[in-house]
T-cell receptor
Framework: EADIYQTPRYLVIGTGKKITLECSQTMGHDKMYWYQQDPGMELHLIHYSYGVNSTEKGDLSSESTVSRIRTEHFPLTLESARPSHTSQYLC????????????FGNGTRLTVT | AQKVTQAQTEISVVEKEDVTLDCVYE???????LFWYKQPPSGELVFLIR??????QNEISGRYSWNFQKSTSSFNFTITASQVVDSAVYFCALSPGGYQKVTFGTGTKLQVIP
């Protein structure tokens, strides 16, 4: 049974639309992350959060934004989707202890036409 | 700067063969953690193992075993008697001391052919 949930699982949307990818976890983890995974499999960290009202940009520049108003919820928003945003988006969380393993959701596969 | 190299992009083996996935890392930290994750076709990455830099003991878990060698900065993963269910993308990752951000390798896609 998954403890970290992402919705939708698949999303096909037209250029210019605003979208929000949802991520929720029930483990009470303070730390949450968004990764973008390209077709070549490589994972790129685009956002992370160490707790409520804390968000940081990751290693890969992204036009998306995130918010962390509640511990369990870490949504990612694209104000105006473009075909270049087509990718797999993976949400993860971890315990506060340093170097705890990441728990991943199933991912959202986004296609922008 | 941290770096994780998985030189094998794709590997195909016949069921019941043994297979080793290579992972070489770079870090200037003396304290760090290494991880392996499995990503089956369903898409969710699953944590397999964590190893800290002070523990060079090899680990075996069923058909899986991990060989950590600081001298060569390697953390290789061996699957014995591979099965079709082992088909997945496997990621090696590094978490350096004092940081929570993880550096992932580019992944190795393993295909086990029945």
């Amino acid at each position: 049974e998954a403890d970290i949930y992402q919705t939708p699982r698949y999303l096909v949307i037209g250029t210019g639309k605003k979208i929000t990818l949802e991520c929720s976890q029930t483990m009470g983890h303070d730390k949450m992350y968004w990764y973008q995974q390209d077709p070549g499999m490589e994972l790129h960290l685009i956002h992370y959060s160490y707790g409520v009202n804390s968000t940081e940009k990751g290693d890969l520049s992204s036009e998306s934004t995130v918010s962390r108003i509640r511990t369990e919820h870490f949504p990612l928003t694209l104000e105006s989707a473009r075909p270049s945003h087509t990718s797999q988006y993976l949400c993860a969380s971890s315990e506060s202890d340093s170097h705890s393993p990441l728990h991943f959701g199933n991912g959202t596969r986004l296609t922008v036409t | 700067a941290q770096k994780v190299t998985q030189a094998q992009t794709e590997i195909s083996v016949v069921e019941k063969e043994d297979v080793t996935l290579d992972c070489v890392y770079e870090t200037r930290d003396t304290t760090y953690y290494l991880f392996w994750y499995k990503q089956p076709p369903s898409g969710e990455l699953v944590f397999l193992i964590r190893r800290n830099s002070f523990d060079e003991q090899n680990e075996i878990s069923g058909r899986y075993s991990w060989n950590f060698q600081k001298s060569t900065s390697s953390f290789n993963f061996t699957i014995t008697a591979s099965q079709v269910v082992d088909s997945a993308v496997y990621f090696c990752a590094l978490s350096p001391g004092g940081y929570q951000k993880v550096t992932f390798g580019t992944g190795t896609k393993l295909q086990v052919i029945p």
